[in-house]
């Protein structure tokens, strides 16, 4: 087998389905939710059964039709609110395809954290695919601000995934708090059991709106720091139907102590990687929380998924100072091409299902001298030659001693050509199966990038024969 990439990661779902149940936040019914195992590229979906039909609604962004105290998404009169804690656990597990079924409204608010979802998880555990991940991979700096309340969200280029978060009330027992996540796996210890909280003085308007009605000391910080008398303080708990409470000073009410001191400011990093969650896609970026809230956070993951609509692929990343996995000489030992035809330069990327190769266009191609000489444009039928080439590469890597084997062009379909190539291009070649391998056969589509756009793009079948 030829050299695989060492960031070749699988796609996810759980080993086996296991529920939840409590009260839910808003409406205060009791509520069970039953999180399953689903197939590949299916993505994250919640399925309404309470509903005749029962209804089911994609965890993205597009869907999100409220952000007030909570992430709610809805397909016509259907809807799903509190999912935001449930998401950020299958995100931070890195479960990228799974069902959430729930008998009501909303999930359960359980204790006002991810806890019982990561333990849940942890318990059934994570069963890899055979399908790879699909990353949303920044590339520069993304940026979405709400200069009404100094919300920002912003996403900076890594190689990896951490969220960094600051929080700023006009408070005085909750002021400026910052909390970090610098690792996914690191979520359930540090992040996970972080509590949802609501300012006392918040509480008889949300009352009034007909929300928070499940809500309790137990499953929310409730912060007092606004001076009240003790009967405003009875009849809040009165509408709350919690016992009252003797408060004499400022600060939280809760029988539980906070789990630290910033608690608040990691649930708002819980938040946002539960939104971020709908995007679709795992990214790779840093990204920089400051004052975040589910509609700005909604908002950032619906410009990401408005980016992944305008082109299905991303360019791949391309560091010339990286080794690459097939250098020139590994290509021609597997492939029969020689000058003038061998169209590709190296091989960066390898996986079980694509392949990215790069080719270096320069003036002094050979079909430049006829394709034209007073405006040279490498011709649309070497570009597919150098995608079959590519993908040739990609059929010899599911075979042992691929240099026993050669591949050769069946058909071609729905080619595309979108943009010149011109001397000076770095071509950046995409090829995927489409369909897993039958009898030797392999579909696979391809295309070409120069910088982020994609310049031809077509379907091709290949069939790989040993050499005789």
Same mark, same amino acid.
């Given at each position: 087998?030829?050299?695989? $990439?060492?960031?070749?990661?699988?796609?996810? =779902?759980?080993?086996?389905?296991?529920?939840?149940?409590?009260?839910?936040?808003?409406? +205060?019914?009791?509520?069970?939710?039953?999180?399953?195992?689903?197939?590949?590229?299916?993505?994250?979906?919640?399925?309404?059964?309470?509903?005749?039909?029962?209804?089911?609604?994609?965890? @993205?962004?597009?869907?999100?039709?409220?952000?007030?105290? #909570?992430?709610?998404? +809805?397909?016509?009169?259907?809807?799903?609110?509190?999912?935001?804690?449930?998401?950020?656990?299958?995100?931070?597990?890195?479960?990228? *395809?799974?069902?959430?079924?729930?008998?009501?409204?909303?999930?359960?608010?359980?204790?006002?954290?991810?806890?019982?979802?990561?333990?849940?998880?942890?318990?059934?555990?994570?069963?890899? /695919?055979?399908?790879?991940?699909?990353?949303?991979?920044?590339?520069?700096?993304?940026?979405?601000?709400?200069?009404?309340?100094?919300?920002?969200?912003?996403?900076?280029?890594?190689?990896?995934?951490?969220?960094?978060?600051?929080?700023?009330?006009?408070?005085?027992?909750?002021?400026?708090?910052?909390?970090?996540?610098?690792?996914?796996?690191?979520?359930?210890?540090?992040?996970?059991?972080?509590?949802?909280?609501?300012?006392?003085?918040?509480?008889?308007?949300?009352?009034?709106?007909?929300?928070?009605?499940? #809500?309790?000391?137990?499953?929310?910080?409730?912060?007092?720091?606004?001076?009240?008398? /003790?009967?405003?303080?009875?009849?809040?708990?009165?509408?709350?139907? @919690?016992?009252?409470?003797?408060?004499? /000073?400022?600060?939280?009410?809760?029988?539980?102590?906070?789990?630290?001191?910033?608690?608040? !400011?990691?649930?708002?990093?819980?938040?946002?990687?539960?939104?971020?969650?709908?995007? +679709?896609?795992?990214?790779?970026?840093?990204?920089?929380?400051?004052?975040?809230?589910?509609?700005?956070?909604?908002?950032?993951?619906?410009?990401?998924?408005?980016?992944?609509?305008?082109?299905?692929?991303?360019?791949?990343?391309?560091?010339?100072?990286? !080794?690459?996995?097939?250098?020139? *000489?590994?290509?021609?030992?597997?492939?029969?091409?020689?000058?003038?035809?061998?169209?590709?330069?190296?091989?960066?990327?390898?996986?079980?299902?694509?392949?990215?190769?790069?080719?270096?266009?320069?003036?002094?191609?050979?079909?430049? /001298?006829?394709? &034209?000489?007073?405006?040279?444009?490498?011709? #649309?039928?070497?570009?597919?030659?150098?995608?079959?080439?590519? #993908?040739?590469?990609?059929?010899?890597? =599911?075979?042992?001693?691929?240099?026993?084997?050669? =591949?050769?062009?069946?058909?071609?379909?729905?080619?595309? &050509?979108?943009?010149?190539? @011109?001397? +000076?291009?770095?071509?950046? &070649?995409?090829?995927?199966?489409?369909?897993?391998?039958?009898?030797?056969?392999?579909?696979?589509?391809?295309?070409?990038?120069?910088? $982020?756009?994609?310049? !031809?793009?077509?379907? &091709?079948?290949?069939?790989?024969?040993?050499?005789?």
């Amino acid at each position: 087998m030829i050299k695989k $990439e060492n960031h070749d990661m699988k796609q996810r =779902t759980l080993k086996e389905s296991f529920s939840v149940k409590g009260k839910g936040l808003h409406t +205060g019914i009791e509520i069970e939710a039953t999180i399953k195992p689903a197939p590949e590229n299916t993505g994250r979906s919640f399925v309404r059964i309470d509903i005749e039909g029962a209804p089911a609604i994609d965890a @993205v962004a597009e869907n999100v039709v409220s952000t007030i105290r #909570g992430t709610v998404i +809805g397909k016509g009169d259907v809807r799903v609110s509190t999912i935001e804690h449930c998401l950020a656990a299958l995100y931070a597990a890195g479960i990228d *395809n799974c069902v959430i079924e729930v008998n009501g409204p909303e999930l359960p608010i359980l204790d006002g954290s991810a806890a019982l979802y990561c333990s849940e998880i942890a318990r059934v555990g994570v069963e890899e /695919q055979e399908a790879e991940k699909d990353f949303y991979i920044v590339k520069s700096k993304i940026e979405v601000r709400d200069d009404s309340n100094g919300s920002s969200i912003i996403v900076m280029p890594d190689e990896d995934f951490s969220i960094d978060t600051m929080v700023a009330y006009d408070s005085p027992v909750l002021t400026n708090q910052f909390a970090t996540l610098e690792k996914l796996d690191e979520f359930a210890e540090k992040i996970g059991g972080s509590r949802t909280f609501v300012f006392v003085r918040e509480i008889e308007p949300l009352v009034d709106s007909n929300m928070i009605k499940g #809500g309790d000391l137990d499953n929310a910080i409730v912060i007092y720091d606004s001076p009240m008398d /003790q009967s405003q303080l009875d009849h809040i708990a009165d509408l709350m139907n @919690v016992p009252h409470k003797n408060v004499n /000073q400022f600060g939280y009410l809760n029988n539980r102590e906070l789990t630290s001191e910033n608690e608040p !400011a990691k649930h708002k990093l819980m938040d946002v990687l539960g939104d971020i969650a709908l995007i +679709g896609r795992p990214l790779r970026g840093k990204i920089i929380a400051t004052r975040p809230g589910h509609t700005i956070n909604t908002t950032f993951a619906k410009k990401i998924r408005r980016e992944i609509k305008r082109q299905e692929l991303q360019a791949p990343v391309y560091n010339p100072n990286e !080794a690459p996995v097939l250098d020139n *000489n590994r290509i021609r030992e597997l492939l029969p091409h020689r000058y003038p035809f061998l169209l590709v330069d190296k091989v960066i990327e390898m996986g079980t299902s694509h392949i990215v190769g790069v080719k270096n266009v320069t003036v002094n191609e050979p079909f430049f /001298q006829g394709h &034209f000489p007073q405006e040279p444009v490498m011709p #649309g039928v070497l570009l597919v030659e150098a995608m079959a080439q590519t #993908g040739g590469l990609l059929v010899l890597n =599911t075979v042992d001693e691929p240099e026993r084997y050669s =591949t050769y062009f069946m058909k071609i379909d729905n080619v595309k &050509f979108r943009q010149k190539v @011109v001397p +000076g291009d770095t071509l950046l &070649f995409h090829i995927s199966f489409m369909t897993p391998m039958r009898r030797g056969c392999a579909v696979m589509k391809g295309y070409v990038f120069v910088g $982020e756009k994609i310049v !031809a793009e077509c379907e &091709f079948m290949a069939q790989i024969v040993k050499n005789k």
